[in-house]
Structure formats: C-alpha cells, structure tokens
C-alpha cells in the first residue's frame, strides 16, 4: 500500500509540471504581444515596461503554484 | 530509491534550504541566530554600505558606488510616484525597505554556500502580510467605507455586481498568497533546479553539460533575482494605488 | 531518497523536535540518537543527508518560523530605520542639489551667453566705428595729397611756362639777329655784286630792293 501511495505522489508530482506548460505560454503571450505592440508604436513601449513585468508575473505565478503543487506531493504528503 | 536507479547520484535539492543554528547545535528557538539570520543580517549590512557608505561623500559628480545608490533611489522613487502618484511618495521609505531587503537577500543567496531567505515562504508571507495588512488598513484609514468599492465594479450591469464582487474579493485576498508565493517559489525553484544540475555533475560524461546547464541557470537566476525583488516591488505599488484611489 | 524518507519518518517523529532540526551533516559525526536510527535503517547512505532533510521541505518545517519571522521583523526595522533616517534624505538631498546646482549652472550659461552676444555687438560696433574713422583719415590724407599735387603740379607748370616762354624770348632774338645778320650779308653782297657788274651802288637802292625781295623768304 505504501509503494501504491508513492506512485500516486510521484504521478501527481509529474502531472502538476504539466502546469508550468500553461505558466511558460502565458508568459509567452504576454512578452509575444508586449514585442508586437512595441512594435507598432515604439514611442510607447517605454511606458509600458511596468505592466510588462506586472503581467508576466501574473501569468507566471500560476506556473509557480503548479511548481509547489508538485514540491508538496513529493516531500510534504 | 531515485538515486541507486540513476546510478549512485544523491540529489539533495533541498538541503540548502534548511534553516540552522549559526553556533552549535540545538534547537532553533525564536531567538537562535541562524543561517537564516546571518543572511538577512548580511543584507542589512549591504544595504547600509550602498546606501549609506557608499554615499558618504555626498558628491554632486557621484563615483561609482554612489551612482549605483542614486541608480537604485531613482528607480524605486520612479516606479512608486509613476503607479501610485504623488500621494504615495510618503511610503516610498517602506517600499524602498522592501525593494533593497528583497534585492539584496535575492542576490546574496546566489553565492554560493549562502542560504536565501527569500527562498522560505515564512519570510515572503511576512513580507506580503505585511503589505497586504497595512494597504487594507490604510485603504480604511483614508477612504473609510469608500474604501469597499474597490469590490463593487460600477461599470458593470447592475445583475452582474454581486457576483463580480464575491469574485473580486476572493482575489482580493489571494494576493498576499500569491504575492509570496511567486517570490518564494521562484528563489527556491532556481536554486533547486541549480542543485539538481550540480547533483549530475557526478557522472564524468555528463558533468560538462551539467556544468553549462549551471551556468545558464545561474544567469537565468541572477535576472530572477532581479525581477522578482522589482515585481515584488512594483506589486506593492499597485496595492498602493488600490488602497490610496480606490477608484473602481 | 523519498522513500527513505517515509521510512524514516516514523523515526523521525518519535524523537524530540531538536534532533529534527538540528540534524545536520555534522550530526552522525556527534552520535545523535536519530543519527543512528536512520544509519540503522539505512546504513548504504548515511546518515546525514536524509537527516537533514528530515523535514521534507525545509519551507515546510513550522518549527523554524517564529525564528525567522523574528530575525526578519528585526533586520526590516533596522533597515526600514537606517533608509529612512539616513540613507533615503541623504540620497534625495544628493540628487535635489544636483538638480539646484544644474539648474543654476544652466542659468549662469545663459547669463554668460548673453553677455558674450553682448560683447560681440560691442566689438563689431567698435570695429565699424574704427573702419569709418579709418576711411575718414584716408579720405582726408587723399584730398591733402591731392592738394599737394595740384599745387606741385601747378609749380612745374608754371616754371615750365616761364622757361619755355625764356626760350621762346631767346629764340625770337636769335631768329630777329639772324634775320638781321642775313639781310645784312645780303645787302653787301648786293652790293658787292652791283659794283663788280660795273654799277654804281646806290646803297639806298640796293636796300630796298633786298628789303623787297627778303620780305617774302623770311616772313
């Protein structure tokens, strides 16, 4: 039974770095769409360094959570 | 057994992490010095010799040291006076303190045999506790019961409001949660990772991948370090701005 | 190394919270208990790592963290002190008297540029001025030195009238006592001639008619 409950804990913890893959678009997405919007208008990309970082860390955080998820079945359970 | 199947290798990711009494053993009661104290006491220190030492001369032409000073000033005075506004100028010491502590505990950690503080969620939960407490005060303090339509969104149709509401004060109080969290998970997450590639270096084939693999990372975590103690910052910021115009 | 971990953990438990946390890499060396519980549950790997990370996640371990929380709320009150009091006035200090002193520099440059335009006006107005009285003097130099000409000219002039009216005197009396000098051969040649030719000269006669004929060749 121990060894059934391991597999879980090492199942689960693999499953929630499937998380991150969410974590790693997201951030993506927003870096992606910061390059093409800084693009277009460059005069205003400056100004908008500050909700860059806001918004990868935002997306990014979530990616984290999936990171701890996975830390707390593999040491904490 | 992980490491009999992946060849004799010993991963111990997390034992940098431990947090242990500085002389002797013993218990850690709330007074032992730790390493955790030592590095925290280390930053201290290397905030005092920045900011303080370091422009002792208080010259109009700065040197180098100074210039980094005034670098670091000119920053977080920046980013409090452009996300906050003026009114938020009077906490701009607080958000200094936090930003240098955040810094300085980040970049520290990354030398090698140190320990992070900013690496234990008990650290950054203190942190954002702190943060998220004294912003809801503060919001209370000046907005009174104004302060509540932070959760009411008044652009929305009327039928959605409640639910936006129960909604906007959910993530209202995740954010001290998540807040720490991504700091914490972040520090901890690089270091381990760099751990884990250390760990490899036992095979002698694979020891120069590893090798780079460390020193990706290590760079890769030197720009974390930097980026978390200013998202941290710039968060606080935002909180700020909420609490000061809560403008919905 | 997990799995030792759920092994070990009962182990763990049973002893005091201090060996927990204070098992370390030195701690099989000081012979602890648990040192030797888990060296004896799992000898091949001794006994210090897996001690260490007894706990699992050193993050997770509740015991540290009124430890830390305490050490933390100290270092930010000091740091939140040293920022505040000295650090933070003295950097805004710092970078508000950069700004005075660049902003009275500026000011000083715009002083020093006027008065710069304002000298330039004054050396061109100086140079016009000498470039004028300059021209005057070379215009009057010019119109004395023209009268001086003029009156030198007129001199040589006039002594070139006087000598060349001397000359004109002095030849008129040559040419006069040439004339004389020719009628007077004449006339004794006349004479002479009249005599040979077995005349006899009247001198009146022979003067007249060489008068006469002399009249026409000498005029």
Redesign the interface.
């Known amino acids: 039974m121990e060894n059934l409950g391991q597999l879980g804990q090492y199942l689960g913890a693999g499953l929630a770095c499937v998380g991150m893959a969410g974590a790693a678009m997201g951030v993506g997405n927003v870096a992606g769409n910061y390059l093409a919007g800084a693009l277009r208008n460059p005069s205003a990309a400056a100004s908008q360094t500050?909700t860059l970082?806001?918004g990868?860390?935002?997306a990014?955080?979530l990616g984290?959570?999936s990171?701890?998820v996975a830390?707390l079945l593999l040491?904490a359970v | 057994?992980?490491?009999e199947e992946a060849g004799g290798l010993?991963?111990?990711p997390?034992?940098q992490?431990?947090?242990?009494?500085l002389f002797g053993?013993?218990?850690?009661?709330?007074?032992?010095?730790?390493n955790?104290?030592l590095w925290?006491?280390l930053?201290?220190l290397a905030?005092?010799a920045l900011?303080?030492f370091g422009?002792r001369g208080?010259?109009?032409v700065?040197n180098r040291v100074?210039s980094i000073?005034?670098l670091l000033?000119?920053m977080v005075h920046k980013?409090v006076e452009?996300?906050t506004g003026k009114d938020g100028l009077k906490y701009?010491?607080?958000v200094?303190?936090l930003f240098?502590?955040i810094l300085f505990a980040n970049f520290l950690g990354l030398l090698p045999k140190s320990f992070s503080?900013t690496?234990?969620?008990?650290?950054t939960a203190?942190?954002a506790v702190?943060v998220f407490v004294g912003v809801t005060v503060l919001g209370f303090v000046k907005n009174g019961a104004h302060f509540l339509g932070l959760f009411w969104v008044s652009s929305a149709p009327l039928a959605l409001r409640p639910v936006l509401a129960v909604i906007e004060l959910i993530s209202y109080f995740v954010r001290p949660v998540?807040h720490s969290?991504?700091l914490?998970?972040?520090i901890?997450?690089g270091h381990a990772v760099i751990k884990v590639f250390a760990a490899f270096a036992a095979i002698a084939a694979i020891a120069p991948v590893s090798v780079v693999a460390i020193t990706a990372m290590y760079g890769l975590e030197v720009l974390v370090a930097l980026?978390q103690a200013?998202?941290f910052t710039?968060?606080t910021c935002?909180y700020l701005k909420d609490a000061l115009h809560p403008a919905h | 190394?997990?799995?030792?971990l759920q092994q070990t953990a009962p182990v763990v438990v049973e002893e005091s919270?201090?060996v927990i946390?204070?098992e370390?890499a030195?701690?099989a060396g000081?012979g602890a208990d648990a040192a030797h519980a888990v060296a004896a549950a799992d000898a091949a790997?001794g006994a210090a790592?897996h001690a260490?990370?007894a706990p699992?996640?050193?993050?997770?371990?509740f015991?540290?963290?009124?430890?830390?929380?305490?050490?933390?709320?100290v270092?930010?009150a000091?740091?939140?002190w040293?920022?505040?009091r000295?650090?933070?006035p003295?950097?805004?200090?710092?970078?508000s008297?950069?700004q005075g002193?660049i902003t009275g520099d500026l000011m000083a440059a715009e002083e020093f540029k006027q008065k710069a335009k304002e000298a330039e006006a004054a050396y061109d107005k100086a140079l016009a001025d000498a470039r004028a009285e300059a021209g005057k003097i070379v215009a009057a130099n010019k119109a004395e030195i023209q009268k001086e000409l003029d009156a030198a000219i007129a001199h040589a002039d006039a002594e070139i009238a006087a000598r060349a009216a001397e000359s004109e005197k002095r030849i008129g009396e040559i040419r006069a006592s040439a004339i004389e000098d020719a009628r007077n051969v004449a006339r004794e040649v006349t004479a002479a001639l009249v005599e040979n030719f077995g005349g006899k000269a009247d001198q009146g006669l022979v003067d007249a008619a060489v008068d006469q004929r002399l009249k026409g060749a000498l005029q």
């Open positions: 500050a970082f806001i990868m860390a935002f990014e955080a984290i959570f990171f701890l830390l040491f | 057994m992980a490491e010993v991963f111990h997390m034992d992490f431990v947090v242990k009494p053993e013993g218990p850690v009661n709330w007074y032992t010095p730790t955790a104290t925290m006491a930053a201290a905030i005092t900011l303080v422009t208080r010259a109009i700065p100074q000073a005034e000033y000119g980013m452009d996300v701009f010491p607080y200094m303190t240098c502590f503080p690496s234990h969620i008990a650290v203190v942190l702190l998540s969290i991504r914490a998970g972040n901890m997450a980026i200013y998202v710039i968060l935002v | 190394m997990f799995s030792l919270e201090t946390i204070t370390s030195e701690a000081h790997h790592g260490a990370s699992g996640m050193p993050q997770l371990d015991t540290t963290f009124g430890n830390q929380i305490f050490w933390l709320l270092i930010l000091v740091i939140h040293v920022l505040s000295i650090a933070l003295r950097i805004g200090g710092v970078i008297d950069r002193a």
